[in-house]
């Protein structure tokens, strides 16, 4: 994620292994971090909170484990010399699943710990509308073809876009899936129109890459081929990678909280209609 080992791309096999020590390292000390959190830091707070369930602890290694897959070898290799394809794999799971899970994962009284100095910009950023339009932003201005050939070009930039993806996912997540005291929770149908939203918004760019005939992008037209796939279909698989990946993931989340809001909303009974007793009859 950081700096890889250099390799010739020309020669060397995708499949080759190589160490991301730079990576082992990154997911190590936020995993580490996290257990500082709760067993020695959490006990010197006023009040000390209490510890997070293991599910919710559960949650935020899944999404290291996810982080760590997304950016160490084989996939970050293939998506960096490869394939542009594998590098939207990357984006959907930094973006789609490890940053909610990471989100879900951090009890709120750490986040706030950890976000004292700029709690007004949190405030500004947690708005649904501006999360929404940043993460679109960010979405749409690192796949930039200027961007794209920087990044496969530049170590430091490498990491830094990993980096924004993660602040623009955990951005994009915390009004939907946070919860007080670091964030006023939104009602649900405003987080299942903020994730509508974030279904709709890629259409333009996916549909381009989707039905694209030019391999626009320098570094991955010039790269060498892997399975036989084209430049140019590398782009339209890595559209579609987009549009119906994104969506299937999007969508599942949408349901869910659908589903959750419909089972708790209170039921509203018909009132029966009264029974009357049956008229004696007269034994005649």
Do not use: C
């Amino acid at each position: 994620m950081i700096v890889a080992v250099a390799v010739d791309a020309e020669t060397a096999s995708p499949w080759a292994w190589e160490a991301r020590p730079d990576v082992w390292i990154l997911v190590a000390s936020l995993a580490l971090a996290y257990w500082w959190s709760l067993v020695k830091l959490r006990p010197r707070l006023p009040n000390p909170p209490p510890m997070p369930s293991v599910a919710q602890r559960g949650r935020f290694a899944l999404g290291l484990v996810v982080l760590w897959l997304a950016v160490d070898w084989p996939l970050d290799r293939i998506g960096d010399d490869y394939l542009f394809s594998a590098h939207m794999v990357q984006f959907l799971l930094i973006t789609l699943i490890s940053a909610p899970l990471l989100v879900v994962g951090l009890p709120s009284w750490l986040l706030v710990e950890l976000t004292h100095p700029v709690r007004g910009l949190i405030r500004i950023l947690n708005r649904a509308p501006v999360a929404l339009i940043l993460f679109q932003v960010v979405l749409v201005g690192t796949h930039l073809p200027s961007v794209v050939s920087l990044y496969a070009s530049n170590s430091l930039v490498h990491f830094l876009l990993h980096a924004l993806w993660v602040v623009a996912g955990g951005v994009f997540w915390l009004p939907i899936l946070g919860t007080e005291p670091f964030v006023k929770p939104l009602q649900r149908p405003v987080k299942i129109v903020s994730l509508i939203g974030a279904t709709i918004a890629p259409t333009v760019p996916a549909s381009f890459l989707t039905w694209t005939e030019t391999a626009f992008y320098p570094s991955y037209a010039e790269a060498p081929r892997l399975w036989g796939i084209s430049p140019v279909v590398d782009l339209q698989i890595a559209g579609a990678v987009m549009k119906i990946g994104g969506g299937i993931i999007l969508w599942s989340f949408i349901i869910a909280i659908f589903a959750r809001w419909a089972t708790s909303e209170p039921r509203i009974d018909r009132p029966r209609p009264k029974r009357t007793a049956p008229a004696p009859q007269r034994i005649s």
